[in-house]
């Protein structure tokens, strides 16, 4: 256990071709905090559709058919988020397999992207007055976590790297 953790550690040497490949799968890992995540939400949002639905009532407005269109958007938006989850899955188990730059640096544009609306999102609530508002604690911890998932991947780059560096030299 004390090797992931110190494969983990963006600020640790990697010295071996076992060290490398561990810290290379840190991207891995943090894509699959990434399912857990995306599969808490889905669990949370249907078994709590009554907060889904009040959300999509009040950005309504009162308006029946703009309700009606979002009762439907809500009912894709749900679809969209389990495919995500499911594509992540995926991508976490190639990267695990196989770990390769692409899947990283992907996952580190788009966490920086999830960051960046998360900590916006407050400012962007105030300014819609009917839109639903995020809880503040709710925001913090999912900042937290794609801060976590940032490392591992930085991590994880920094592993991928060494680890092709330590191959191309063996096979010198």
Do not use: C
Request: charged fraction near 10%; avoid cysteine; glycine fraction near 6%.
């Amino acid at each position: 256990m004390s090797t992931w953790l110190k494969a983990m550690n963006p600020a640790s040497p990697i010295t071996t071709e076992a060290e490398a490949e561990r810290a290379a799968k840190a991207s891995a890992i943090s894509i699959f905090i990434g399912v857990v995540v995306g599969l808490v939400s889905l669990a949370w949002t249907m078994a709590n559709p009554a907060a889904m639905q009040d959300a999509l009532a009040q950005s309504a407005g009162g308006d029946a058919e703009v309700a009606a269109g979002m009762a439907a958007a809500g009912q894709i938006a749900l679809y969209t988020a389990g495919f995500l989850v499911l594509i992540q899955l995926i991508l976490g188990v190639v990267q695990w397999r196989n770990p390769g730059k692409f899947i990283a640096i992907l996952f580190i544009v788009l966490i920086a992207l999830g960051i960046a609306t998360s900590v916006a999102s407050p400012l962007m609530t105030a300014s819609m007055p009917n839109a639903p508002v995020t809880p503040m604690w709710q925001i913090v911890l999912s900042v937290v976590i794609m801060i976590i998932q940032l490392v591992l991947h930085v991590t994880g780059l920094k592993g991928i790297k060494q680890l092709d560096r330590i191959q191309m030299e063996q096979s010198r």
